[in-house]
């Protein structure tokens, strides 16, 4: 989607306009729109288009160790909660909250689960397709 410039054309047309003889001087006009023209807010696509969306191998192992501890500790603490008080939905609860826990915590690509980005090898020509294009 192609966007114009936004800029308040009555004010520059009053500004430069002339009383003595009734004229907009137009070289002034297009300078001043041209000098005010307002910068567009980035679109929510440039913005979501921004968002990291990788994670390297090491972050991954990280994440899923992590999330396993979470869910295994909340999960414990479910059981002996709702043992005590004799209340399954309380385990329900707790181990529910855990999972919600170690969701936000492993599912976005955090900084911390990309501190060893993976170096990929430059690509190499193929001396088999260049052969045959030549004959």
Known sequence: ???????????????????????????????????RKVKQPASNMDFINSIPTHMDFE???????????????????????????QQFSQTVYILGAGFLLASLLTIPPWPMFRRKPLQWQKVKPDNASQSKKKK
């Open 1 to 35: 989607m192609i966007t114009m410039p936004s800029f308040d054309i009555s004010y520059v047309v009053n500004s430069t306009f002339d009383n003595k003889t009734s004229q907009v001087d137009t070289s002034t006009c297009l300078k001043q729109i041209n000098l």
């Open 59 to 85: 972050g991954q192992a990280r994440a899923e160790r992590i999330s396993r501890i979470i869910i295994t500790l909340f999960g414990i603490v479910g059981l002996v909660w709702g043992y005590i008080i």
